[in-house]
């Protein structure tokens, strides 16, 4: 909502303010849980972060190298609109949809 009142009738600014504003949020809760967790194992804060940080830049490149894959192998399934049992670009279209509603329909409501 903040997006489409900053930058109205602009569905692609709307997108990429939502997934900047609702990503690192749900990021940050997984990391305060994760350090909550070594609390209460007794391990110290710094290497509680030091592995968060490294499953992080792990988790980044491996994230990518499936993406690409994925994406590539699979192709013509992602653009169909319903996919199939085990593929869909369902997640993608909500994007899509929320920006439009949002972003380009969203000073007129």
């Given at each position: 909502m903040l997006g489409s009142y900053i930058l109205p009738g602009n569905p692609v600014a709307n997108m990429y303010c939502a997934m900047y504003g609702n990503n690192p949020q749900v990021?940050?809760?997984?990391?305060?849980?994760?350090?909550?967790?070594?609390?209460?194992?007794?391990i110290p804060p710094r290497q509680t972060f030091l592995a968060q940080m490294m499953g992080t830049v792990v988790g980044a490149i491996l994230?990518?190298?499936?993406?690409?894959s994925i994406l590539t192998e699979q192709r013509e399934v992602l653009l169909t609109v319903s996919?199939?049992?085990?593929?869909?670009?369902?997640?993608?279209?909500?994007?899509?949809?929320?920006?439009?509603?949002?972003?380009?329909?969203?000073?007129?409501?």
């Open positions: 990021q940050a809760i997984a990391l305060l849980e994760d350090l909550k967790l070594g609390v209460y194992l007794k994230n990518y190298i499936m993406a690409i996919g199939n049992r085990i593929w869909s670009g369902q997640n993608a279209q909500s994007y899509n949809s929320n920006a439009i509603a949002w972003g380009a329909l969203g000073p007129k409501m």
